[in-house]
């Protein structure tokens, strides 16, 4: 049961133009949502979050928006530059219900051309 | 660098050995998470600790798996009698306490079970 889904495994974006990365989610209790980033090797990287009161965070060139009535979220990078290539996962969790742990989904490898 | 820290990187045993990782969360953060990673998934949770106390387990955890946070700071993740299913990225994340939490991973530490 897979409850974050990340429906495309790759993406490539030229240089200068936005990349979109998109997630969505079944649960319906989910309320804080994560984006990370991950080199090879290495462990994620915090980007940005959204708790489920926003529809809209921003941050420098990173934005993500939360439909919570279509249970989607997004992740644009404008301008994409080649160092944003990577993998890159949304994560979910359930806060009011208590807990704090995160649900991830599989990943979307983004290959930003120069 | 005040990040999250986890020991050994790599570790490679035979089937049938115990195993136990080490991580040290950011000093000021009170959650710690143990989190498994395989190829072309995301992490997979395993369990988090608020101070020392373990408040949730995921139900995947074989009775093999131990983790313990004996005074509220460093964890440790024993495996006992390691199988090759075993073999995978353990990653640990630590987060302060806030609603929400953001988590901030360690490296990993790469498991191979020969």
């Known amino acids: 049961d897979q409850q974050v889904k990340q429906n495309s495994p790759s993406l490539s974006v030229q240089e200068g133009r936005i990349s979109i990365l998109n997630c969505d989610y079944t649960n319906s209790m989910f309320d804080y949502f994560l984006w990370y980033k991950k080199y090879p090797a290495e462990g994620p990287t915090f980007l940005i979050s959204?708790?489920?009161?926003?529809d809209k965070n921003e941050d420098g060139r990173f934005t993500v928006f939360l439909n919570k009535s279509a249970k989607h979220l997004s992740l644009h990078i404008v301008p994409s530059q080649p160092g944003d290539s990577a993998v890159y996962f949304c994560?979910?969790?359930?806060?009011?219900?208590?807990?704090?742990?995160?649900?991830f989904g599989t990943g979307t490898r983004l290959k930003v051309l120069a | 660098d005040t990040g999250v820290s986890q020991d050994p990187r790599h570790k490679i045993t035979k089937r049938g050995q115990n195993v136990t990782f080490r991580c040290d969360p950011i000093s000021e953060h009170n959650r710690l998470y143990w989190y498994r990673q395989t190829l072309g998934q995301g992490p997979e949770f395993l369990t988090y600790f608020q101070n020392e106390a373990q408040l949730e387990k995921s139900r995947l955890l074989s009775d093999r798996f131990s983790a313990e946070r004996p005074k509220g700071s460093f964890s440790t993740l024993e495996i006992q009698r390691t199988e090759q299913g075993d073999s995978a990225m353990y990653l640990c994340?630590?987060?302060?306490?806030?609603?929400?939490?953001?988590?901030?991973f360690g490296p990993g530490t790469r498991l191979t079970v020969t």
């Open positions: 959204i708790s489920s009161i926003k």
């Open positions: 994340a630590s987060s302060p306490p806030a609603q929400g939490g953001e988590q901030y």
């Open positions: 994560a979910a969790s359930a806060t009011t219900s208590g807990t704090y742990k995160y649900i």
